[in-house]
């Protein structure tokens, strides 16, 4: 009994086989991901509805900011991966800069949403369009979870540079947020821009 006791207490290792991070990031990002997909399920409808209007607003977008955005976000979650190595191999200055990467890319991520948005706008292509509607709501609130991401990613980068912390479970949350935040762009991206 007192060896199970030790055991639960040990800190986590990159050999011992756990569930990465922190059970309280997956309720939270399986809650995120349920609600996404409920929005996914309502523009599918209305998408089914109006698919020709659809079809035809959809022609407006431009798929290669799409295929680089999703390429930069993608490119993110390989760099936080690797931090998460990193820290869980004790190279805490390597996955600093790693997470910095994944941060910077994120970043460059919201800058090109940005100019498509404005360029979007300033077409006319506004939210009194149906697709439009879905199209402005899903990156912008995706575009909040891009943010809260890059805070997660601050508050990571703090953890490692603090001698007395460097909490593994606390990089690895981190990391499972911003997947989140990854996957979510996959699937928006396949639902507005590639779907015909």
């Known amino acids: 009994m007192t060896q199970s006791n030790s055991a639960v207490a040990e800190p986590r290792t990159g050999n011992a086989e756990h569930l990465p991070g922190d059970v309280h990031m997956w309720v939270m990002v399986l809650g995120d991901l349920i609600i996404f997909g409920g ?31 999703t390429v930069v976000l993608l490119t993110s979650s390989w760099f936080v991966a690797r931090s998460v190595l990193s820290t869980r191999a004790g190279r805490y200055d390597q996955a600093v800069r790693l997470t910095y990467a994944g941060a910077a890319c994120g970043l460059l991520f919201m800058a090109l949403k940005g100019y498509e948005w404005a360029s979007k706008i300033s077409a006319g292509h506004t939210n009194s369009d149906l697709f439009y509607s ?50 979510l762009w996959v699937v928006i991206f396949g639902l507005l821009y590639v779907m015909r």
Do not use: C
């Open 39 to 69: 929005y996914f399920v309502v523009y599918m409808v209305y998408r089914t509805m109006n698919h020709e209007a659809f079809l035809a607003a959809q022609q407006h977008l431009d798929i290669n900011i799409g295929v680089v955005n």
């Open 134 to 183: 879905f199209y402005y709501v899903f990156t912008g609130v995706h575009l909040l979870h891009v943010l809260i991401g890059l805070i997660v990613l601050g508050v990571v980068v703090r953890e490692l540079r603090n001698r007395s912390r460097r909490r593994t479970w606390l990089v690895e949350s981190g990391a499972i947020y911003w997947h989140m935040v990854d996957l």
